[in-house]
């Protein structure tokens, strides 16, 4: 961004705003945050570089190209909370009528901005994301364009799963820059599911800004999920980060099948006493494609328990870096942090990294770390091979296995299935 066309921003930002009847602390936060864009630093990723990426380029934000996204028919949709969104507009939306009468919110972000301003305000970017943590959560909170916002009352305990499904069209070469704000009151139960897709064609570079925050009160309980399978020429920054509450718990299943280069922040901050937080991650890079994924749990409050499970595979010139960071703050006593990550070589050409990271400023504590890369089991190829499976099928079936953990973290089994799919695609492509 260059200060000769900040004003060009800000009349863009300004019309942006009122097109979605934002409320006033919505754009005194987006034209707070463009100002905080020129003097914050880039994040930073342990080994990856990212200064010439392509994650700030906007193009024009109040015109939005559609493309044709394929959706579900709606004979084979089921019955469970259900958006679909392009890069602002919702396609379609589905809230049965027995949860809104609970009390329960689930819409677009700007509809919720307008309806549930105050509800909103209270925990968009103040409890799990600062806007002014680095030059990309400003740059988030600036140009934000699209999102979702869900709300779970207190002692509201949801079995069906909520889904969102993010379409990115590759005929749009504007910023697509998603929020999703999750708030889960006392003794709440719910599951979340979400993919993120790029439709079409094209050779342009474009990017993507995705955050989700999940604010998690005490006694509740929060699994989430996604899929990510933005495409090859897209630059992806990508923060996900759960505050957890007293006794509550967010456990993480997160299967990172981008094509383009990605960094990734998954954060959990373990805020109350007795929290508890999994994050399971799975990723593959293929081509010369470069993710970065920082996985941290900070135990901030005493008895509270963070694991950290990462698997990656590498095909051909790819790179993967895992960083895992388990950090326990002075105060925590009896706190327990776990992590394990993995990178699995396919190439004798493949970059990876699994760097773990222990951070301890407490006694009377737990933690331990384990962190490989390699190759394929020989023992594991040959016993199935000698059971009559062709050499190729057996080194899928082995990569399957090594990243099952999120596959049957998954909550709806047709995406399951589409998760296998995407998995088995991405290691024949």
């Known amino acids: 961004m260059k200060n ?26 987006r034209l707070k945050a463009l100002e905080k864009c020129e003097e914050l630093d880039l994040p930073k990723i342990e080994r990856v570089k990212i200064h010439r990426w392509p994650l700030m380029n906007v ?3 109040n015109e939005e190209i559609l493309g044709n996204p394929v959706l579900p028919s709606f004979d084979e949709m089921e019955d469970n909370p259900m958006i679909i969104q392009g890069r602002t507009t919702t396609l379609y939306e589905q809230m049965p009528v027995e ?17 549930h301003s105050e509800l909103v305000e209270e925990y968009f970017m103040t409890k799990a994301v600062p806007m002014d943590e680095d030059k990309m959560t400003a740059f988030h909170t600036a140009f934000l364009n699209g999102g979702v916002f869900l709300y779970v009352p207190k002692n509201v305990v949801v079995k069906e799963a909520f889904e969102s499904l993010f379409f990115q069209s590759m005929t749009d070469n504007s910023a697509w820059i998603k929020h999703v704000l999750i708030v889960a009151e006392e003794n709440s139960e719910v599951t979340y599911l979400e ?26 309980k929060v699994k989430f999920a996604a899929i990510d399978r933005l495409g090859e020429n897209v630059s992806t920054y990508m923060n996900r980060r759960a505050h957890v509450m007293r006794d509550a718990s967010v456990d993480w299943a997160l299967g990172i099948m981008n094509d383009g280069d990605v960094i ?3 954060d959990s901050d373990l805020a109350g006493v007795g929290s508890h937080s999994e994050v399971k991650v799975v990723a593959i890079s293929s081509g010369r494609q470069v993710q970065g994924i920082d996985t941290r749990v900070t135990n901030m409050a005493p008895h509270s328990v963070g694991n950290i499970l990462q698997h990656g595979v590498i095909r051909e010139r790819g790179t993967l870096t895992f960083n895992g960071i388990g950090h326990i703050l002075k105060g925590a006593k009896g706190a327990d942090a776990q992590q394990e990550s993995r990178v699995l070589m396919l190439s004798d050409k493949a970059r990876g990294d699994a760097n773990p990271i222990l951070l301890i400023d407490e006694f ?6 384990a962190a490989s890369a390699g190759r394929l089991d020989p023992e594991e190829l040959y016993y199935l091979m000698s059971r009559g499976i062709p050499q190729k099928e057996a080194e899928r079936l082995v990569t399957r296995g090594f990243l099952g953990s999120v596959i049957t973290a998954i909550p709806v089994k047709a995406v399951q299935d589409e998760f296998v799919e995407v998995i088995d695609r991405k290691l024949v492509d």
């Open 4 to 29: 000769a066309d900040l004003k060009d921003y800000l009349d863009d930002i300004t019309l942006f705003s009122a097109s979605q009847e934002e409320p006033q602390w919505m754009l005194d936060l």
């Open 59 to 61: 193009g024009n934000l």
């Open 99 to 115: 949860l809104s009468e609970q009390g329960v919110i689930f819409t677009d972000i700007f509809t919720a901005m307008k309806e």
């Open 195 to 220: 993919r993120l897709h790029t439709e079409g064609e094209g050779s342009e570079k474009i990017s993507a800004n995705f955050v989700v925050e999940v604010i998690a009160k005490p006694g509740s």
């Open 264 to 266: 990734a922040d998954f």
């Open 364 to 369: 009377e504590v737990t933690a331990g770390h």
